[in-house]
C-alpha cells in the first residue's frame, strides 16, 4: 500500500493516509461511523455487506486482487517446510502464530487450510492469534512464534523476506482470499477517493500487486492511457488558479 | 492608485491561497494487513 500510496501521491499531488488493521474490525468500526474514505477488504463479504446497507458509493465495489497464505519460519528455524502443514506437529514447533480467524480472512484461511489438511486437533492448543495478519507475522519475526501461516504479500515484503523462510499452501486447502475495496459514502472527500480507486485498476498498479504474490483479476486493468487523464485533473486546480490569477489581474490592472 | 494595488495585492494573495489549500487534498484509508 506504502508504494501505491506514494506513486499516486507522485502522480497526482494528493495524499493518501493509510490505516492498517483486519477487515472486520474495519467493517465494525465504519458501521458505526468511522470517517474513512476508501476501505480495502481482505474478504468480499465486507464490502458487499456495506454495499448492501448502502454505506458505499455506487459503482465502486472493486474487486483488485486475490491473496495467498504461506508457512514462514525465520532463517535460523530448523522446522522442514517441505513437510507442507505437517510441520505444525513437529515439537520444535511450540507456538504458531495465526490470524484470528473471527475477524481476519487470512485467519479463516488459515483455520480452513489446517482443517483440511487434519493437523487442526493437534495443534489448536499451540496457536497464537494475531489481531490481523501483520501482527501475525510481526510474532513470528520477532521470535513470539516458532512458525506463522502468514500471507504472502507479507512474506515478500522487503520487512520479511531477508528474514525467513517461506512455503505456500495450496490453494486447493482453503476458499479463496478475494479482496475488494468500496468508496464510502461518508467520505469528505469523494472525487480524490474516486479518483484513487481508478489509479488502483490502472496496469502500473496491477503490476505492483502482482510482485507481491496477489493475483491479479486480468479484465481489472485499464489502459495506460488512464494516467494521463490523472495528470490532467491534477493540472486542474492549478490551471483553474492561474486563470483565476490572470482575470484579477485583467481587471486591477496589476 | 496606491490603495488599488494593495487591494490588488490581497486578491492575488488571496487566490494563491485558496489554490494551495485546494490542491492539499487528503484521504484516509482503511486498508487490509497484507498491503
Known amino acids: 500500500m506504502q508504494d501505491i500510496t506514494a506513486r499516486f501521491q507522485k502522480e497526482t499531488g494528493k495524499t493518501v493516509k493509510a490505516i492498517y488493521g483486519s477487515s472486520g474490525n474495519f467493517f465494525q468500526q465504519i458501521q458505526n461511523g468511522a470517517p474513512f474514505d476508501v476501505f480495502f477488504s481482505a474478504n468480499l463479504d465486507y464490502p458487499k455487506k456495506l454495499e448492501a446497507a448502502e454505506l458505499t458509493e455506487k459503482d465502486t465495489y472493486y474487486r483488485y486482487a486475490g491473496g495467498k497464505i504461506v508457512l514462514w519460519v525465520p532463517n535460523e528455524s530448523k522446522l522442514d517446510l517441505n513437510a507442507g502443514l505437517k510441520v505444525l506437529l513437529d515439537r520444535a514447533a511450540k507456538k504458531i502464530a495465526i490470524a484470528n480467524p473471527q475477524h481476519a480472512p487470512y485467519g479463516q484461511a488459515a483455520m480452513a487450510a489446517m482443517q483440511k489438511e487434519n493437523v487442526y486437533d493437534k495443534v489448536s492448543d499451540k496457536l497464537v492469534l494475531g489481531e490481523n495478519i501483520s501482527q501475525t507475522a510481526s510474532f513470528v519475526v520477532s521470535g513470539s512464534a516458532d512458525v506463522g501461516i502468514v500471507a504472502l504479500s507479507l512474506a515478500l515484503s522487503p520487512n520479511m523476506k531477508d528474514h525467513g523462510r517461506y512455503a505456500e499452501i495450496s490453494a486447493a486447502d482453503y476458499p479463496p482470499i478475494q479482496q475488494a475495496c468500496v468508496v464510502l459514502k461518508s467520505s469528505k472527500n469523494k472525487d480524490v477517493a474516486r479518483q484513487f480507486l481508478a489509479f488502483l485498476k490502472t496496469p502500473v498498479i496491477g503490476d505492483l500487486l502482482k510482485s507481491y504474490g496477489f493475483d491479479v483479476p486480468a479484465s481489472s486493468s485499464v489502459p495506460n492511457r488512464y494516467s494521463s487523464w490523472l495528470a490532467k485533473d491534477y493540472d486542474f486546480g492549478w490551471s483553474s488558479a492561474f486563470s483565476a490569477i490572470k482575470v484579477l489581474r485583467f481587471c486591477t490592472g496589476l | ?35
Open chain 2, 1 to 35: 492608485m496606491f490603495y488599488r494595488k494593495i487591494v490588488s495585492a490581497m486578491c492575488l494573495g488571496v487566490a494563491l491561497f485558496g489554490a494551495m489549500i485546494c490542491s492539499a487534498q487528503e484521504i484516509t484509508v482503511a486498508a487490509a494487513a497484507d498491503l
